[in-house]
Each structure stands twice: as structure tokens, then as C-alpha cells.
């Protein structure tokens, strides 16, 4: 992306970089244009990945991710783009999503269950473009079943993958504060609904298999109750419903799945990810920040290198884990829509509460406008674990705990 965070083409090689260095936006050799061979890297690659953990008898969960492959800032979530569109000289959909999916086609077995999302934590694409990631839902599925025995498609899941918030990368960019943002998005909100094809959003979501989000759950101290891991989900049902998505209906009515398949403490106190966390309340507060470059001791905000010296940072952490294991022993929260969340996910809307949203620069929703190009012809030719009791949100969850960082 450039400096503006539009999409201009697409690269494999970001992590070549020097992350520790200063950002050179001129230089293009850190983040060179991706070209066919590079796809055949990636596809190859990726095969002889997922036929290993196929070999070890483990299932496939992919969310794909873009990030600023100059290092000028931006958020992935933030970016507006066409996945069927050009960039460069490639698509999304050719760059990323087909040489996975016939990478996933090299490597399944008759009972490899797989769950393909068709972005991670990249919002803002999905609810500008709903009708593009409409059409690739089938053919992303066809493309990984391609020759492949028709009871097969039983273990393919094909859905999509967001932010907890800020969903159409629009407004409020800026905006930590958890309190300020659910009393102020709905105004917010209001002034740029007309941008956005809703019906096409609630028919994406509907031909979606899952419900995917990043789910971090920030609070104001360093002590929580096991019931309040869910905040952040009930954030997304709110936000979500402005954009004609009902979490609720999808779940009980539809029967899809939500997953949490971005979970944990980073550690980190600001979105560059130079900063660490030095209390258990910094890190409880931004957990879906970390620290970048390469790895330090000055730099590590759990001091694993001296696990005989107290460390509040790190006694958070386990704390954190220690309270998640609680969540999935007690199978959820316990009782009625919400219980514990005064106002959210209900009608009336999300309370004041301390929903602690990630920071990000301002995004354009301005895209270049290339050729759209169509997927390929479809070629000829789940598991679903459910948490009883109650009328409690079900999850699905996927619990990824490493520190991470924006971008």
C-alpha cells in the first residue's frame, strides 16, 4: 500500500526488510511486485505446508492477511479494495486466495476438515466489495474441491474473517477510547451509510459458512470476570447490525459458526510497536497491540529470559489464559443474551463500557479503479462442535495467544 493506505500492487517479500529500520518509501525492493512465479512459490510452498499438518492428523483453519508491505503505517483493516480488481498487475483473488485454495486442493484428505477464510482482520474490503466476495465464495470452495469426491465438500467451510469494530474502515479511525466510540458510531455511522450496499452485506453474510473476528477483549484493569472474554464479540454484533448483519440470527436461525480466530495479549501499549507494556493494566487495556523488530531483551514485555523476577506484565498474561481456560470449561457464558453486558448486543445498543478498540490511522475509502476480472470457471466434478446450554452466544473458538501488532 502507499501512504495514503490505498492498495497499489501487491508483494510476497515485506519480510525482507529490515524491520528495526526506518521505512523508505521509495524503496520498492523491500516490497517488489508480485509476479506469476512467486504465486507458483507461494502455491507450492503452502502445499507442502498443509500436506504436513495433514500427515500429523490436523485440520486447517486459514485467514489470509494483508499488510503494509512498505512500512508506512497503515492498517490492514482499513483497506479498501476489490478482490476481483487488479492491482498491479494481479488480483486479490490471484495472489492470494486461489494459489491457497489449490494448495489446500494438493494437500486434503477425505477427512481434512478445513475452515478458509477469505480475509483476516480486513474489514473494510468486505463491507465495500460484498457482492465480489459473494462471487468468490463458490469458487474459492470449487477450486480447493477441484477432482475431489463429492461427500468431500462436507469438510470445506468457506466464510469470512474481520475486526471485532471499525468495521467499514471509515470512521472513528483515530478513536481508542471504547466509551466515546459505541455512544459516538452510530451518528458517525449515519453519515456515510449510503456508501454502502446493505442488502448485498446481509447476503454475503448469509452465503458465508462462519463468522470469523479478531477478538480482543480490553478492559480497564487488570481483574476481570470470565464472562466479560465475550465483550469484544458483543461489540461486533453491534456494529455489525448497522451494516444489515444480525450475529444473533445468523447463529441461532442459520446455523452459522463464529470463531474467534484472533485471540490474546500482545503486550504492546502503542500501534507502532515499539512500546511495551510495563503494568498488568497497560495490558490489559490494548491487548491487541504488540512489539515488533527483532527480538530483545529490552523489548520483551514478559522478561522470558528471567522467569525468577516478578513480572506484572507477565503474570497478566497467564492470568488472561488462566481465565479463557475457565470460559471453555463453563462452555460459555451462562443464562440469558448479553448477561453481564448491560445494553449490548440488545436493541438498545452497547453501553459505556471499556470495549477498548484499536487505534489506526485514517483510511480513504477512494480505490484506484482497475478492470475487475472474473474468478475462473468453477472445475466439474463440518465438523460442527456446538456449545450446549442455555441461550448463551455459541462459540467455536480458535485460540491463537501470540503477541501481535498493528499493522
Known sequence: MNSASKV?????DRHQRDQDAPPDPNDRTTCTPADLGGVDIL???MAACFKHAVSKGLDIWLAPHLDDGLGLGGWRNGLVFDPLARYGSMSYAEFMLYPLADALNAAIGPNTKVSFALQGEMSATVFYHPRSYATLIPYVRNR???????????????????NLNKLCGCVLQDMIDPSKYVDQFPGAFEAVKSQFDIPAITALYDASDFIGI???????????KVKDLESATWQFAFEAKFFGVDVKDLI?????????????VGGGVTQDGKN????AAAAAATPFFGVTGRYSRAKDPWTLFDLATPNPVRDYMRYFYAQTINYANSRGV???????????GREK??????????????????????????????????RRVRVPGGRHLHLEQRVVGHPRHLP
Open 334 to 344: 451462562r443464562g440469558g443474551e448479553g448477561e453481564g453486558f448491560p445494553g449490548v
Open 144 to 162: 480447493v474441491l477441484a477432482g475431489k469426491p463429492a461427500p468431500w465438500a462436507a469438510n470445506i467451510e468457506i466464510g469470512l474473517s474481520t
Open 8 to 12: 497499489s500492487y501487491y508483494c510476497y
Open 43 to 45: 502455491r507450492a510452498g
Open 252 to 264: 441461532f436461525n442459520k446455523g452459522k459458526k463464529l470463531y474467534w480466530n484472533e485471540y490474546g
Open 349 to 382: 445498543g452497547v453501553s459505556a463500557r471499556e470495549l477498548c478498540a484499536g487505534s489506526t490511522p485514517k483510511q480513504s475509502s477512494k480505490t484506484p479503479t482497475p478492470t475487475r476480472l472474473p474468478p475462473p470457471p468453477p472445475p466439474s466434478g463440518v
Open 276 to 279: 511495551k507494556a510495563t503494568t
Open 214 to 224: 479478531s477478538n480482543y477483549p480490553s478492559f480497564p484493569g487488570a481483574e476481570f
